[in-house]
C-alpha cells in the first residue's frame, strides 16, 4: 500500500501591522505585537496535533462566530491605535505645563507583561492539558533572538513620532513588505517576480506622496521638540521609521524559522513565550539603565539617562502620578492589545488566513479615517492620493498571495493523488 505524506503545515498569509512578511511557513496576521508600535501585526499559526489535526478546525465556524471575531479585531485594534495616537503624541496636563508620555520601554513591557497573563490563559484555554509554553530548550535561542529584535524595534517607531504624525507612521507600518523583501534579497539571495517589486513600488510611492505633500512637513521636529534636524524632520522620522521596519522584517523571518522548525508550535504558545521573554529584557533593561547609563560603557553603547537620574520606571511612575488619566490610557492600551492578539488567532483557527489580511488592511484604513475625525488633522488630495497608492498597493499583494497559495495548494493535491496512484 502507497505511503500517504504528511499533512503538510499551513501556509502564512500576508501580514498588514504586530503588523503585524511573506516567507511561508505558517498563517500570520502583524502583531509587533512584534513591538508595541506594531501591535495589531501578530504572528500566529494553526496549531496542529500529533495526526495532523488541528483542534480549532475551520469547518463549522458561522455567520455568528465571524460577526465576533472581526468585530473584536477591529474593537480591540481601533481602540488601541487610538490610545496609542494619544499616549505618544497628546500633552497632558494643564496648558502652562503641558508634558508627553516618552517612555516607550516601560509601556512595551507593561504590555508584553499583560500580553503574556492573557496568552497563558488562551494557550491552557485552548491547547491538550500539558501543553508547555516552551515545547525544548532549543526553541529558547530563537525566541529570545524574536524578542529582542521586537522589543528593539519599538523605541525607533515612538521616536519617529517626534519627527512625523500619526497618520504618516500609519501609513509607513503598512510597508510591511518593503524590510522583508529588502532582506531576503540582501542577506538570502532570494528573488521575487515582478509584481512583488510592483507592489512594493506603488506603496513607496505612496508613502512619498503623503509625506512630500504634508502641509507641515519638517515642522513637527521643533514643535515637539524633537531633536532631529530642523530642515528634515520629517526624512529623519522616515529614517526612525525604516529602523522600526527592519527590525520588524527580522522578527517576522525569525518567527517563519520558528514555526518551520519546531513543529508543531502553536501560535498561542508564540504568543505567551514571545511576551514572557520580551517582559524579561525590557524589564531588566529598565531596571539596569539607571546603573550603566551613568558609566563610560553606557555613554558608549549611547544608553540615555533619564532627566532626574532615576531611570525610566521612576520616571513613567512619577509621570502617572502627576497625570492620573495617562494611567488609565495606558492600562486600557495594554488590555486591548492583549485581547486583540487572541480574536486574530481565534480568527485564524476558525477562518482562512486571507480574511484575517482582509480583516487587517481595512482596519488600517479606519484606524486613518477614524484618527482624521478624532484628532482632526487634516489630508490634502495629494495625500488622499498617497493613501490610495499604499492600500492599493497592500491589497493587490493580498489578490496575489491568494493566487500563489491557490497554486501551491492545486501542485500539493497533484503530487498526492500522484503518490496514491504509484
Known amino acids: 500500500m502507497a505511503r500517504t505524506k504528511q499533512a503538510t503545515p499551513l501556509k502564512r498569509g500576508p501580514s498588514s501591522e504586530q503588523i503585524q512578511p511573506l516567507s511561508g511557513a505558517r498563517p500570520t496576521g502583524r502583531a509587533s505585537f512584534t513591538s508595541s508600535s506594531n501591535q495589531g501585526d501578530i504572528k500566529a499559526n494553526g496549531k496542529r496535533s500529533a495526526n495532523g489535526q488541528?483542534?480549532?478546525?475551520?469547518k463549522e465556524a458561522g455567520m455568528l462566530e465571524l460577526v465576533f471575531c472581526i468585530g473584536g479585531i477591529y474593537a480591540s485594534f481601533l481602540s488601541w491605535a487610538l490610545l496609542q495616537e494619544r499616549i505618544t503624541t497628546t500633552p497632558y496636563g494643564p496648558a502652562n505645563a503641558q508634558e508627553i508620555f516618552r517612555f516607550p520601554v516601560f509601556l512595551n513591557t507593561l504590555q508584553s507583561f499583560l500580553a503574556a497573563c492573557v496568552g497563558w490563559i488562551y494557550l491552557r484555554a485552548s491547547s491538550a492539558r500539558g501543553t508547555p509554553t516552551f515545547p525544548s530548550l532549543k526553541i529558547v535561542p530563537p525566541l529570545l533572538l524574536v524578542a529582542l529584535t521586537s522589543s528593539l524595534a519599538s523605541p525607533f517607531g515612538y521616536a519617529s513620532l517626534a519627527h512625523i504624525d500619526y497618520l504618516t507612521f500609519i501609513l509607513a507600518k503598512s510597508c510591511k513588505l518593503l524590510p522583508v523583501m529588502a532582506l531576503h534579497l540582501t542577506i538570502f539571495r532570494k528573488r521575487y517576480p515582478l509584481s512583488k517589486y510592483l507592489v512594493v513600488g506603488f506603496v513607496t510611492l505612496g508613502v512619498a506622496v503623503f509625506t512630500l505633500y504634508h502641509p507641515t512637513a519638517g515642522k513637527k521636529g521643533?514643535?515637539?521638540?524633537?531633536?532631529?534636524?530642523?530642515?528634515?524632520?520629517?526624512?529623519?522620522?522616515?529614517f526612525l521609521l525604516g529602523i522600526n521596519l527592519l527590525f520588524d522584517g527580522?522578527?517576522?523571518?525569525?518567527?517563519?524559522?520558528i514555526f518551520t522548525r519546531f513543529q508543531p508550535f502553536s501560535?498561542?504558545?508564540?504568543?505567551c513565550s514571545q511576551n514572557i521573554l520580551n517582559t524579561s529584557l525590557t524589564l531588566a533593561y529598565l531596571l539596569l539603565s539607571p546603573y550603566i547609563g551613568a558609566t563610560s560603557a553606557g555613554a558608549y553603547l549611547g544608553i540615555p539617562l533619564s532627566k532626574t537620574g532615576h531611570g525610566e520606571i521612576t520616571d513613567a511612575l512619577a509621570f502617572i502620578q502627576r497625570h492620573p488619566v495617562v494611567g488609565r490610557d495606558v492600562l486600557a492600551f495594554a488590555a486591548?492589545?492583549?485581547?486583540?492578539?487572541?480574536?486574530?488567532?481565534?480568527?485564524?483557527?476558525?477562518?482562512?488566513?486571507l480574511l484575517l489580511v482582509t480583516v487587517t488592511v481595512t482596519r488600517?484604513?479606519?484606524?486613518?479615517?477614524?484618527?482624521?475625525?478624532?484628532?482632526?488633522?487634516?489630508?490634502?488630495?495629494?495625500?488622499?492620493?498617497?493613501?490610495?497608492?499604499?492600500f492599493g498597493g497592500v491589497g493587490a499583494e493580498g489578490i496575489i498571495q491568494k493566487r500563489e497559495k491557490a497554486a501551491k495548494a492545486a501542485k500539493r493535491l497533484k503530487e498526492e493523488i500522484e503518490q496514491k496512484l504509484e
Open 250 to 257: 527580522l522578527t517576522n523571518s525569525t518567527q517563519d524559522h
Open 364 to 390: 488600517k484604513m479606519l484606524t486613518m479615517m477614524l484618527s482624521v475625525v478624532w484628532f482632526g488633522h487634516r489630508l490634502s488630495g495629494m495625500q488622499w492620493l498617497g493613501v490610495g497608492l499604499v
Open 222 to 238: 521643533k514643535a515637539r521638540g524633537g531633536s532631529g534636524p530642523p530642515a528634515s524632520s520629517s526624512t529623519w522620522g522616515l
Open 336 to 353: 486591548c492589545g492583549a485581547v486583540g492578539q487572541v480574536f486574530i488567532f481565534t480568527t485564524l483557527a476558525h477562518f482562512s488566513s
Open 54 to 58: 488541528s483542534p480549532f478546525p475551520p
Open 267 to 271: 501560535g498561542p504558545q508564540m504568543m
